[in-house]
């Protein structure tokens, strides 16, 4: 914790007024920091360290039990990217040191009080593809491997809930409308998905994900139904 605000320190010297550092009001600079570029940066990594400390929650859904000695565990979780696939490998690589929580720089990434490791749940918070994978480069033990610049992680497959879907008849009042007054198809999911190919929209129907999604989530970020009309399971 010294380090990470000495690092603050550091850097809200140098991009603002080091003169009137000290005396703005501390609730002033705060925000003016906050609205900075590097405040952004301090922002998410907060992030990831709050994800470090406190899940969010996210231990109520999983049991603080002792992990099979396969390394498998009946969770909604899914690892992040680079993990090895073999879970027991995985178990015994990883330290859970959680060097790769405090580095994703949009907090998607979650410690859990059992011994399983960190985490992604994707249904609830994506994973954004980071172009360098910071997660990936932070771990040191071999639990997160790098991979080929044109491969992407296979984190799970998403699926579309038809009765959910605002393209969908009975659901028609929850899509926006043109200047004319007239329903506009929906097409957040296929627009926002960063895999080619992976979600297709024929004119007049509902979205249709094929085998090439990966699972980041992202599309179920952006879905405007009041009930989310895709889900994420596992791949």
């Known amino acids: 914790m010294l380090d990470i605000g000495l690092r603050f320190f550091r850097l809200s010297t140098k991009f603002m007024d080091r003169k009137n550092f000290f005396s703005k009001g501390v609730r002033d600079l705060a925000r003016e920091f906050y609205q900075s570029p590097v405040g952004a940066i301090i922002d998410r ?31 909604p979780f899914q690892r992040p990217p680079g993990a090895l696939a073999d879970p027991a490998d995985f178990q015994s690589s990883c330290t859970n040191c959680g060097d790769c929580i405090t580095a994703c720089p949009y ?16 249904a609830q918070i994506a994973c954004h ?10 771990c ?6 790098a991979f080929p610049e044109d491969e992407w992680p296979v984190l799970g497959q998403a699926h579309v809930i038809a009765a959910n879907c605002v393209n969908t008849a009975a659901n028609h009042h929850q899509r926006r409308h043109s200047s004319a007054g007239k329903p506009v ?4 999911c296929q627009q926002v998905c960063p895999v080619p190919g992976a979600v297709h929209h024929p004119r007049g129907q509902l979205p249709q994900i094929t085998a090439d999604c990966i699972g980041c989530g992202q599309c179920v970020a952006v879905c405007p139904a009041f009930v989310p009309a895709i889900e994420i399971q596992d791949a």
């Open 140 to 145: 040191k033990d071999g639990a997160l491997l």
């Open 185 to 188: 198809t929906c097409r957040e």
């Open 107 to 122: 907090g998607s990434i979650f410690r859990t009080e059992s011994s399983y490791g960190p985490v992604l749940q994707t």
């Open 45 to 75: 990594q907060l992030s990831g360290l709050a994800n470090l400390l406190d899940p969010r929650g996210l231990n109520t859904i999983l049991p603080a039990a002792e992990v099979p000695p396969d390394g498998t565990l009946d969770t």
């Open 129 to 138: 593809l980071c172009v360098d994978y910071p997660c990936v480069q932070a």
